[in-house]
């Protein structure tokens, strides 16, 4: 079974009608890849008036195994580029986490990954992409702790500091 992943048109939300009521876009599919995909997310460059969104991906067809995918949309909802590809390690990785940097304009994405898991450890990645989507250098491990599962990833940046905070749920203390 093929899953599609739909996104509201993101130009049209939170719009207010003559009638007082929000206007919604219509939906459309954003995942071009077969398989499943799931969690996405998203965030937005204002300055470009434009959305990184990111999912995990099965389209690879790995047994059990899940990558991160991405692609810019404009404020309309409009493709700008096709998908990226954001992570494609051995094992898994899910749980995207998405932020833009206003100051130096470029999104990071974040993700729990299981590529150097023993058991069922997890350990949180990210990846730098220029506000056009192109990739920012590689990816770089976040957190990692032998015996403790770094999950959930979340973040936002901060422009005062100039820089991102990024937290992750983890079982250190039972």
């Not at 077969?34 to 959305?51: I, S, T, Y």
């Amino acid at each position: 079974m093929r899953w599609l992943l739909p996104v509201v048109a993101l130009g049209m939300l939170g719009v207010a009608t003559a009638r007082g009521a929000d206007h919604i876009g219509t939906d459309f599919p954003v995942a071009a890849g077969g398989g499943a995909q799931g969690l996405p997310a998203v965030a937005h460059d204002p300055g470009g008036d434009r959305f990184f969104l990111a999912w995990y991906d099965s389209r690879n067809g790995r047994a059990a195994a899940l990558d991160i995918y991405g692609r810019v949309v404009d404020g309309s909802g409009r493709p700008v580029t096709g998908d990226i590809p954001i992570a494609r390690a051995r094992r898994s990785q899910s749980n995207p986490a998405v932020a833009f940097d206003t100051v130096n304009r470029r999104f990071l994405v974040l993700w729990a990954d299981w590529r150097d898991a023993t058991n069922v450890d997890s350990d949180i990645y990210g990846r730098l992409f220029n506000a056009d989507g192109t990739p920012q250098g590689e990816e770089f491990r976040i957190a990692a702790r032998r015996g403790v599962s770094q999950k959930t990833p979340n973040l936002a940046f901060d422009p005062v500091r100039r820089r991102f905070l990024v937290l992750w749920m983890d079982r250190r203390h039972g």
